[in-house]
């Protein structure tokens, strides 16, 4: 599905990037169509409000990391217009312990961390229900790409 929107809304969302006003958190890539207005495409496959909810196993929890890093990709460097401008974050699983998932946040991304955690949260638990924490692990001494301290632009 398309639907064009004035120009204007888009310029005023921080990385021209509108978020679904029934699917809060989920960012709808962003097409120039004619002056003045954005053409967003909507993708019809399932998403993560209508997923089979997963139970809680270590490998459960990549798959949802991966998912989210896929999902989310406006804020991670999950495609190649991303890396192309330097946003080259991404998601870790750390441990899963009892309910509560922990993930490390690295490399460099669009968004400050008050806004890209409770997505990061919010995207887990609806997939996981079973999850009723998500941490976010301090990042790992060094200075590798793997362990170097997030960013933010």
């Given amino acids: 599905a ?29 097409i120039r169509a004619r002056p003045g207005t954005v053409r967003v495409h909507v993708r019809a496959a399932e998403d993560l409000y209508t997923r089979e909810p997963l139970i809680l ?27 192309d401008i330097g946003i080259t974050g991404a998601l870790e ?20 961390s008050d806004r890209l955690e409770p997505r990061v949260d919010n995207y887990i638990r609806k997939r996981i229900p079973e999850v009723v924490d998500v941490e976010f692990a301090p990042p790992l001494e060094g200075g590798d790409a793997g362990g170097a301290e997030p960013t933010f632009a």
């Fill in 2 to 30: 398309t639907m064009v929107v004035p120009h204007l809304i888009a310029s005023a969302v921080a990385c021209a990037v509108l978020l679904s006003p029934s699917q809060p958190g989920l960012p709808l890539p962003l």
């Fill in 93 to 112: 699983l750390v441990d899963v312990d009892g309910p509560v998932v922990v993930v490390r946040l690295s490399g460099t991304f669009w968004h400050s």
């Fill in 57 to 83: 196993t270590w490998e459960n929890a990549e798959r949802v990391i991966e998912e989210a890093q896929q999902d989310l990709s406006t804020v991670f460097g999950s495609s190649q217009e991303n890396l």
